[in-house]
């Protein structure tokens, strides 16, 4: 595995949403929202993670994200874009583009519905690191997916390919965290991808976030991992509380609804839009996101 530079891919990188406006990817709002993240302590960006809606996307809607992420952020903080699809065709190409976009790293979803085996899993992300000069992680998300990853997958790919040096574990699974930096020790980056995890996973060993709730409160998870990283285990935790409501608020519905409708009141998205079958949240979900964001100290400007 290739050595990377101490604080890269470490910290919180918040899964950018995907602003639309009048059904179009609106690419103005996308940069302000990257700047806020930036703004708000975020250490790096993460580009079509799964609260960007990828799938409602055109391959060329998500490279030209990638352009505007690698603009805006302008080095200031690293950007990894997330080109996986179903199809190994698809991802190569956008893979693909947003290496010559410029990004920092890529971030690999294991495809979804085809339900692959895992020595399909092993040759996918082989070819795919042999592909691109940029380090490669693994997006473990099997409630979406519906495929899981081994240990002795990893394994396989990391023997392989020196340029993948990680994952994105998002499993309510502590136990596989902790095997998988016993196997590959804690240059491995292992990012959270479950809300209420964030603060376990890091105790373990995790080397940061990747975490919706960081598109409404950048500045608290980006705190969360600075505190822990810190050894600040007290300041840690009373945060780990207080961003315990707003984790399971994301889950009122499917991610990033409840998501965009707290971006929106807040200001800093200008419209609550998604692409179909995405949807808007109902009467009843604002009404419980209006309470959470008053509880949690969140000022509604609309």
Do not use: W
């Amino acid at each position: 595995m290739i050595k990377l530079k101490k604080d890269f891919l470490r910290g919180s990188y918040p899964p950018v949403v995907t602003p639309f406006k009048n059904g179009k990817v609106d690419y103005d709002t996308f940069a302000k929202v990257t700047n806020y993240m930036i703004k708000n302590g975020s250490h790096g960006i993460l580009v079509t993670g799964t609260t960007g809606e990828p799938s409602t996307l055109t391959t060329e809607e998500r490279i030209r994200l990638y352009q505007t992420a690698v603009e805006v952020t302008d080095g200031r903080v690293p950007v990894v874009a997330a080109p996986g699809s179903q199809s190994e065709a698809e991802t190569m190409a956008l893979a693909d583009g947003a290496e010559k976009a410029g990004v920092d790293s890529l971030l690999i979803v294991t495809p979804y519905y085809v339900r692959p085996p895992q020595r399909g899993l092993v040759q996918y992300y082989n070819n795919l690191c042999k592909r691109t000069s940029l380090p490669v992680m693994l997006y473990h998300i099997p409630g979406r997916t519906a495929v899981s990853v081994t240990l002795d997958t990893l394994e396989k790919i990391v023997e392989k390919s020196d340029n993948f040096v990680g994952i994105k574990h998002a499993v309510n699974d502590l136990g596989f965290v902790t095997h998988m930096l016993d196997k590959f020790g804690f240059d491995f980056r292992v990012f959270v991808g479950l809300e209420d995890l964030s603060f376990p996973m890091l105790c373990v060993g995790a080397c940061g976030l990747m975490n919706a709730v960081g598109n409404v409160a950048p500045k608290k998870v980006a705190q969360l991992y600075e505190k822990t990283a810190a050894g600040d285990m007290a300041g840690a935790r009373k945060l780990h509380f207080e961003l315990m409501e707003l984790n399971e608020a994301v889950f009122y519905d499917t991610n990033p609804i409840a998501i965009k409708y707290i971006m929106m009141k807040m200001g800093v998205l200008q419209k609550n839009e998604h692409r179909l079958p995405m949807a808007p949240a109902t009467d009843e979900v604002a009404k419980r996101l209006d309470g959470v964001m008053q509880r949690a100290g969140l000022k509604a400007k609309r």
